[in-house]
């Protein structure tokens, strides 16, 4: 696969243009040159072989040569709520979901949430979401939402009726792959006792992911690859 760069903007076949960041990281650190090609994508699904035709200090030139259209995601939606976990472990979080064909991540507020993330962080996590789906070659992008208090979103009209929360106590785990689902994970601490009674009564499953305490990230990631495979 060649060198995969984000382009936002609409693509088809013929002559566009990589500025910013992206046509920085072509030119500099790859050290593509006129002549070499390079694969575009944008988020549509579809991505864009091209070969570049002129390399400047602040832009790349480029041909697009085709779109095509490779079968990368799951066929189902997987949305994942969860807290931010803190540090560097929020940025392993949303590129593990992207690279497991997540489809959203919801950010969670929770009674025991330690990290309330701003508009600035969110931003940030997106930028990740960038850079993983270069890397894995996904061509749709993982959308990270505004962060939501459990109560508001466990009772979403919209959710999928397979709606899963991992918490200690619940049912053994079971067989969630191959639909759409909703999937949440609490904080450090856990959701609290009215969380759960919350969820429970507007038809969400507990499930209890085994004997030990696992991180935010290890129980959103064991619950992303149940429901994915």
């Not at 760069?5 to 990281?25: K, M, Q």
């Not at 949430?113 to 940030?124: F, T, Y």
């Not at 999928?160 to 949440?184: E, N």
Request: aromatic share 6%; hydrophobic share 40%; charged share 25%.
């Amino acid at each position: 696969m060649s060198d995969r760069f984000y382009v936002n903007c609409a693509l088809s076949v013929g002559d566009t243009e990589l500025t910013g960041p992206e046509a920085h990281h072509l030119a500099t650190v790859c050290r593509l040159r006129p002549g070499d090609h390079a694969c575009l994508f944008n988020g549509d699904g579809r991505e864009y072989p091209a070969q570049i035709t002129a390399v400047g200090r602040h832009r790349v030139n480029l041909v697009v040569q085709e779109s095509l259209a490779p079968q990368r995601e799951l066929g189902t939606h997987l949305q994942v709520a969860a807290p931010l976990p803190k540090g560097d472990r929020a940025q392993f979080l949303v590129e593990k979901l992207t690279e497991l064909g997540v489809t959203s991540f919801v950010p969670l507020l929770c009674a025991r949430s330690v990290v309330h993330p701003r508009e600035g962080k969110l931003d940030k996590l997106q930028r990740y979401v960038i850079e993983a789906s270069k890397q894995c070659g996904r061509n749709v992008l993982l959308q990270v939402e505004p962060a939501e208090e459990w109560a508001s979103y466990c009772r979403r009209g919209e959710l999928p009726t397979i709606r899963v929360l991992a918490h200690p106590g619940g049912a053994s785990h079971d067989r969630i792959g191959g639909t759409d689902a909703a999937l949440a994970v609490g904080p450090e601490g856990g959701f609290s006792d009215e969380e759960v009674e919350l969820a429970r009564q507007v038809g969400w499953r507990v499930m209890d992911l085994g004997p030990r305490i696992l991180r935010v990230e290890t129980a959103a990631l064991v619950l992303a690859t149940l429901a994915a495979y």
